[in-house]
């Protein structure tokens, strides 16, 4: 499947039959969680993307995170560690992390300009309330 991690999640998810709440309570996460990942586009934490492949281990992480191959590994990949999770490049989760870092400090950023703006409008309206009774 073309898109992102997190529609390929939901095929994964949807290809092994179990319950989403099942799936959600198994790499220890809410279901909510998971529902918000694959419905909105929230990007997956690096440390829950490692639970999944920890916990579901016929799936190939190679396919979950970048698209590539088939979706699970059969046991002669898995012997041949051609496809094995713990394949998966370091450096590769470590960008990951970097930019969803990098992506959070964006918003911690909005939310501070947010405070700023609100503030200055709260002087500003109180600054004119001043002057009208003056």
């Known amino acids: ?9 939901a095929e ?8 989403k709440a099942d ?3 198994s790499i220890g996460v809410t279901r909510q969680q998971l529902d918000n990942w694959i419905h909105t586009g929230i990007k997956i934490p690096v440390p829950c993307l490692s639970n999944i492949a920890k916990v579901y281990i016929q799936l190939n992480a190679r396919w979950l995170l970048c698209g590539e191959g088939p979706m699970t590994m059969t ?15 370091p450096e590769f989760l470590k960008l990951i992390y970097e930019e969803q870092l990098k992506y959070a400090e964006m918003v ?4 501070e300009l947010k405070v700023k703006y609100f503030n200055l409008l709260s002087m500003a309206s109180r600054k004119k309330e001043n002057n009208r009774k003056t």
């Open 12 to 19: 994964f998810i949807n290809s092994i039959e179990v319950p």
């Open 75 to 89: 046991e002669s990949m898995a012997a041949n560690n051609y496809y094995n999770t713990a394949q998966v490049n």
């Open 23 to 25: 799936f959600a309570t």
């Open 1 to 9: 499947m073309e898109g992102s991690v997190n529609k390929r999640l």
């Open 108 to 111: 911690l950023e909005l939310a």
